[in-house]
């Protein structure tokens, strides 16, 4: 099994990690809209632990963005390559990801990461990282918000209500994917808008909570991890 090292110039502490944030930042693109919903190929992206062993396994999980059907599949298992730091998780888990993708037979489509985008302190998340690496598009759905806040929204698929930083820009969008159940979050990666974001994210939830690309990359990303440490 092949142990994906830490590139070598890597950031080696926060203030090295915010600095290429801060750099890589302004290369988003936030003027398109990204691919139409349900056409070509969207890949869910997602990383499991092993904080014993300091690895981490990624997996990318690619399907047809019409019939939710998988096309391919891929992993890779690296180090961490940076301590766990908030607002800095991209620096531990990207050059795994990044590996996973390029493992790929085919092009990805738009990517969606279990993380946020510019839905971030620094307007630079996962998403967004993965996204001017790559130049592909990317939207970031999270669990949880970070540190953004939202008014109230009602209780029907599809409902949703704005994240909205201090300055009230919009972040990113508590989004309802089932009737009555918790939002998920989701926001800009890069090279994509806000509402494509949204739909992709109501279409990969036909009947979920999650994208069935994120709950088919962490299943995935899990056994990888569990093969790796066998």
Same mark, same amino acid.
Request: aromatic letters at 6%; proline letters at 7%; hydrophobic letters at 45%.
């Given at each position: 099994?092949?142990?994906?090292?830490? /590139?070598?110039?890597?950031?080696?502490? $926060?203030?090295? !990690?915010?600095?290429?944030?801060? $750099?890589?930042?302004?290369?988003?693109?936030?003027?398109?809209?990204? /691919?139409?919903?349900?056409?070509?190929?969207?890949?869910?992206?997602?990383?499991?632990?092993?904080?014993?062993?300091?690895? *981490?396994? %990624?997996? %990318?999980? *690619?399907?047809?963005?019409?019939?939710?059907?998988?096309?391919?599949?891929?992993?890779? +298992?690296?180090?961490?390559?940076?301590?766990?730091? /908030?607002?800095?998780?991209?620096?531990?888990?990207?050059?795994?990801?990044? %590996? %996973?993708?390029?493992?790929?037979?085919?092009?990805?489509?738009?990517?969606?990461?279990?993380?946020? =985008?510019?839905?971030?302190?620094?307007?630079?998340?996962?998403?967004? @990282?993965? =996204?001017?690496?790559?130049?592909? /598009? +990317?939207?970031?759905?999270?669990?949880?918000?970070?540190?953004?806040? @939202?008014?109230?929204?009602?209780?029907?698929?599809?409902?949703?209500?704005?994240?909205?930083?201090?300055?009230?820009?919009?972040?990113?969008? !508590?989004?309802?994917?089932?009737?009555?159940?918790?939002? *998920?979050? *989701?926001? +800009? =990666? @890069?090279?994509? =808008?806000?509402?494509?974001?949204?739909? @992709?994210?109501?279409?990969?939830?036909?009947?979920?909570?999650?994208?069935?690309?994120?709950?088919? !990359?962490?299943?995935?990303?899990?056994?990888?991890? !569990?093969?790796?440490?066998?």
């Amino acid at each position: 099994m092949k142990i994906i090292e830490t /590139p070598r110039g890597w950031p080696a502490d $926060e203030a090295e !990690a915010i600095a290429v944030q801060d $750099e890589l930042r302004t290369r988003v693109v936030l003027d398109e809209p990204g /691919p139409a919903p349900g056409t070509g190929l969207v890949t869910g992206v997602d990383v499991a632990y092993d904080d014993t062993r300091d690895i *981490v396994a %990624a997996a %990318a999980v *690619v399907m047809d963005a019409a019939t939710l059907t998988v096309v391919e599949e891929a992993t890779a +298992v690296g180090r961490v390559a940076f301590p766990y730091v /908030p607002g800095l998780l991209a620096f531990r888990e990207i050059p795994t990801v990044l %590996a %996973a993708l390029e493992s790929l037979g085919a092009g990805p489509g738009l990517v969606v990461c279990d993380g946020y =985008g510019r839905a971030h302190p620094r307007r630079f998340g996962l998403a967004a @990282h993965l =996204g001017v690496l790559t130049g592909l /598009p +990317v939207i970031g759905v999270a669990k949880n918000p970070f540190v953004f806040s @939202h008014g109230e929204l009602g209780p029907r698929r599809g409902d949703f209500a704005a994240l909205r930083a201090d300055d009230a820009e919009e972040v990113g969008r !508590a989004l309802r994917t089932q009737d009555g159940v918790k939002p *998920v979050f *989701v926001s +800009v =990666g @890069h090279r994509t =808008g806000l509402d494509h974001a949204c739909a @992709h994210t109501l279409r990969l939830t036909p009947s979920f909570r999650l994208p069935e690309s994120t709950r088919r !990359a962490d299943s995935l990303c899990r056994r990888a991890l !569990a093969d790796a440490a066998a």
